[in-house]
């Protein structure tokens, strides 16, 4: 993300991460007790900024940890589980849903979150070196972003990329 990529790169993969769980947990919490749509949506707006920390700061903790053919090897295992989760997932969630009620939709979040943290914690060193970490900047972020904005291919790319996984979703939603 547009957040959390810069500040993993100041300070360090894992806080960046951890912050991104907290995040994530205190929306499907929120989520799991909303008294109203718009509480639920507020909560799951609070699990998509918080999911993007572990999923874009990945990247980097690969990048940290491989070079090469490596790199590559772990690069495809991890874009394959990004993307048959959103495969998987619908399935998963209809069975609880079914059997639970929704609320239990929003509970395995929070355990698969609390499970997944826990084992990144004690599995997943600090990739990061102090000494390559960059001073953490909002001016910088939205520089980069301007930059990006203003140009037409990266433009071009991410249109692409949106309709592609718009309509890869539309598609698992509907089945």
């Given at each position: 993300g547009l957040f959390f990529g810069p500040l993993s790169d100041s300070i360090g993969r894992k806080p960046a991460i951890y912050a991104g769980y907290a995040l994530y947990i205190v929306g499907a919490l929120l989520s799991v007790?909303?008294?109203s749509f718009q509480v639920m949506l507020l909560g799951r707006l609070l699990q998509g900024i918080g999911q993007s920390s572990p999923r874009s700061i990945t990247v980097a903790l690969v990048r940290d940890r491989y070079k090469g053919r490596a790199m590559a090897r772990v690069?495809?295992?991890v874009m394959t589980v990004f993307i048959l989760?959103?495969?998987?997932?619908?399935?998963?969630?209809?069975?609880?849903?079914?059997?639970?009620?929704?609320?239990?939709?929003?509970?395995?979040?929070?355990?698969?979150?609390?499970?997944?943290?826990?084992?990144?914690?004690?599995?997943?060193?600090?990739?990061?070196?102090?000494?390559?970490?960059v001073p953490f900047s909002l001016r910088q972020i939205a520089g980069a972003t301007l930059e990006i904005?203003?140009?037409?291919?990266?433009?071009?790319?991410?249109v692409s990329a949106g309709l592609?996984?718009?309509a890869f979703l539309g598609y698992?939603?509907?089945?």
């Open positions: 007790t909303a008294g690069m495809s295992f989760v959103p495969m998987v997932a619908p399935s998963l969630g209809q069975a609880l849903l079914l059997f639970s009620g929704w609320r239990s939709i929003f509970v395995s979040f929070v355990l698969m979150a609390i499970i997944t943290w826990i084992w990144f914690a004690l599995r997943m060193p600090e990739t990061l070196a102090p000494e390559a970490r904005v203003r140009n037409r291919t990266a433009i071009g790319y991410t592609i996984s718009g698992l939603n509907s089945s």
